[in-house]
């Protein structure tokens, strides 16, 4: 099969498994290389904690399968702590983002004209009253 595989050039599974380990660390490298790209100074400062985090996430979650790959327990290792910090940032991170765009804002335009037109005007309700009155008188007969 291939020759740079020596003794397991016979195993097709175990090469085929290593080829696709390598295009994956290849991968790897090629997205840490975009760290580097100056655009990102641009980004607005929410943007750039959630690229902060996801990088930190992406880069905990390699060295946790590092962990594994050399047969370390993760759960044991400060990594774990660590993954639990950046738990917590994410969480305060997505409330700080929820209360700068869900908090109700109020239209100044918009409250003043509810509230002209929930306030009933004394002379109105008096003129109401005046016409129910001499309804009421003209419907009933004299007696």
């Given amino acids: ?30 997205m840490v290389e975009l760290i580097k790209d100056p655009s990102l100074y641009k980004l607005s400062n929410s943007d750039k904690i959630k690229y902060n985090l996801l990088l930190s ?18 759960t044991k290792h400060q990594i774990r702590s660590e993954n639990e910090r950046l738990k917590k940032a994410m969480i305060r991170a997505k409330q700080i983002n ?20 929930g306030l009933w ?12 009155v001499t309804e009421k008188s003209e419907e009933s007969p004299a007696t």
């Fill in 57 to 74: 996430y992406s880069l905990n979650s390699l060295f946790w399968m590092h962990l594994r790959a050399e047969g370390v327990d993760p």
């Fill in 98 to 117: 929820d209360k700068n765009t869900l908090m109700p804002r109020i239209n100044k335009d918009v409250a003043k004209r509810f509230v002209r037109s």
């Fill in 121 to 132: 005007d004394l002379k109105q309700k008096q003129q109401q009253n005046v016409k129910a």
């Fill in 1 to 30: 099969m291939d020759d740079k595989f020596e003794e397991l050039s016979h195993d097709a599974n175990i090469i085929a498994k290593l080829k696709q380990f390598s295009e994956a660390a290849f991968k790897i490298q090629d």
